[in-house]
């Protein structure tokens, strides 16, 4: 079973719409975060919000929020008031393991296959 | 400036010749690790490392060596590529605890193996 699915290949949003990325996960780890990077057409991976497995309350970041809904096992990233410069392939990803230095431990990373938001004028 | 450094950035090579790519990040952090990324299948992980000596396979190692001799480098090595490893590589840094885990990523190596 894959352990993050991102079921959106591609989406479009109008400019200043709000639009919702897709995530769900599957982990046996108690201790996990999720994690959502931009990557835009020039390459480089842009980190956007985290969200650990043991906050109560969903991130923010600036116009980012994630919905995280743990007993679904879901992580969407949601963007308000879309901007051109949101154009770009985003990508879903979850650690596993304690973040933290517990001697013994991992930290696996596994990132999704990506949608490819494109944010019409 | 904070970063994470990656040599080449571009690479053309034939089957069979041994090749490294260097990553060096200067935020002390501990964890390091490359992904490829190809097209339709997003980043996979090859190796990463918790520490200097410690390092463990991810979902991909099959045809790379990783050494974690310092804390700031972390070099990927395909001992006998083949084109199958033509892909996108990228190092990534970031911290054990603290900072969210948050990962920093080079500018990533672009590898073509004929």
């Known amino acids: 079973a894959q352990k993050i699915t991102q079921t959106q290949p591609g989406m479009f949003v109008q400019e200043k719409e709000a639009v919702t990325l897709d995530c769900t996960y599957d982990?046996?780890?108690?201790?996990?975060?999720l994690f959502w990077y931009k990557q835009p057409s020039s390459g480089e991976m842009i980190f956007l919000i985290y969200?650990?497995?043991?906050?109560?309350q969903n991130a923010t970041e600036g116009r980012y929020s994630l919905n995280f809904q743990k007993a679904r096992k879901s992580a969407n990233l949601v963007i308000s008031a879309s901007q051109l410069g949101d154009s770009a392939m985003y990508f879903c990803?979850?650690?596993?393991?304690?973040?933290?230095?517990?001697?013994?431990?991992?930290?696996?990373?596994?990132f999704g296959i990506g949608t490819k938001l494109q944010v019409i004028p | 400036e904070a970063q994470v450094t990656q040599n080449p950035r571009y690479l053309i090579t034939v089957t069979g010749k041994k090749l490294t790519v260097t990553c060096s990040q200067n935020?002390?952090?501990?964890?390091m690790s490359w992904y490829r990324q190809d097209p339709g299948l997003g980043l996979r992980q090859i190796y990463y490392?918790?520490?200097?000596?410690?390092?463990d396979k991810g979902d991909v190692p099959e045809g790379y060596k990783v050494s974690r001799k310092e804390k700031r480098n972390f070099p990927l090595i395909l001992e006998s590529p083949s084109p199958n490893q033509t892909s996108l590589y990228f190092c990534?840094?970031?911290?054990?605890?603290?900072?969210?885990?948050?990962?920093?990523f080079g500018a990533g190596t672009r590898l073509s193996v004929l």
């Open positions: 990534a840094s970031s911290r054990i605890a603290g900072d969210r885990g948050i990962q920093y």
């Open positions: 990803a979850m650690r596993e393991g304690p973040h933290s230095y517990y001697r013994g431990g991992y930290q696996k990373v596994t």
């Open positions: 490392s918790m520490n200097v000596e410690v390092t």
């Open positions: 969200q650990g497995s043991y906050d109560q």
């Open positions: 935020m002390n952090h501990e964890y």
């Open positions: 982990t046996s780890d108690p201790s996990y975060g």
